[in-house]
T-cell receptor, first 121, second 108 residues
């Protein structure tokens, strides 16, 4: 059964870059029927989509974050990566990686447990 | 950008009651709507995709309906574990996604 696990630094300084990794438990990253997403949730608030990446590395980003975010994947390491630059306190959130199948028409059925990212000066 | 508006913000009910949650889109999204449940301290859980198809393992008491701009998630008889926050998400602009603000179902 597919499982996802986010990891990365918990505390990052203002103006710096947050780099997170999501480890995938099986070989699903090579499967064209999967897509992979990153989301965030500020404390006590709702969900926000950050971006989506496919098996071939094609990625799409939330327009509000596009200038600061980059997604990548490494199938040999079974890892997804998120980089978010020029951080401010408003970027403090729980960050989730998730996966979905193309037949789910945009739904994500497997989620990591999330990792908290705190931005502070 | 398509905006999703969920109502009510909070729904206060007792176990066994029926819950009806609404999600309205700012423009037609066909059937491209997804529902998630999020319990405190947990990641979201996919409940419904394509407006009405239950995800694997989701109990039959959860049902979704709607198309165009108006969608509903119904929980026919609330179980204790159903008290949570529910989010709708659209994918009409795929791969761009947006979420509604959420509806909290709390114990009355």
């Amino acid at each position: 059964q597919l499982q996802l696990q986010e990891s990365g630094p918990r505390l990052v300084k203002t103006s710096e870059t947050l780099s997170l990794t999501c480890t995938v438990s099986d070989g699903s990253m090579n499967d064209k029927s999967y897509y992979w997403g990153w989301f965030r949730q500020p404390p006590g608030k709702g969900l926000e989509w950050i971006g989506t990446i496919y098996y071939d590395g094609t990625s799409y980003y939330n327009p509000s974050l596009k200038s600061r975010v980059r997604l990548s994947l490494d199938t040999s390491q079974k890892q997804l990566s998120l980089s978010l630059s020029s951080l401010t306190g408003a970027d403090t959130a729980i960050f989730y990686c998730a996966s979905g199948r193309v037949y789910m028409v945009g739904g994500f059925d497997v989620w990591g447990q999330g990792t908290m990212g705190v931005v502070s000066s | 950008e398509i905006v999703l508006t969920q109502s009510p913000g909070t729904l206060s009910l007792t176990p066994g009651e029926r819950a009806t949650l609404s999600c309205r889109a700012s423009q037609s999204i066909g059937r491209y709507l997804v529902w998630y449940q999020q319990r405190p301290g947990q990641a979201p859980r996919l409940l419904i995709y394509d407006a009405s198809i239950r995800a694997t393992g989701v109990p039959a008491r959860f049902s979704g309906r709607g198309s165009g701009t108006d969608f509903t998630l119904t929980i026919s008889s609330l179980e204790p574990e159903d008290f949570a926050v529910y989010y709708c998400q659209q994918r009409n602009d795929w791969p761009a996604l947006t979420f509604g603000g959420g509806t909290k179902v709390e114990i009355k």
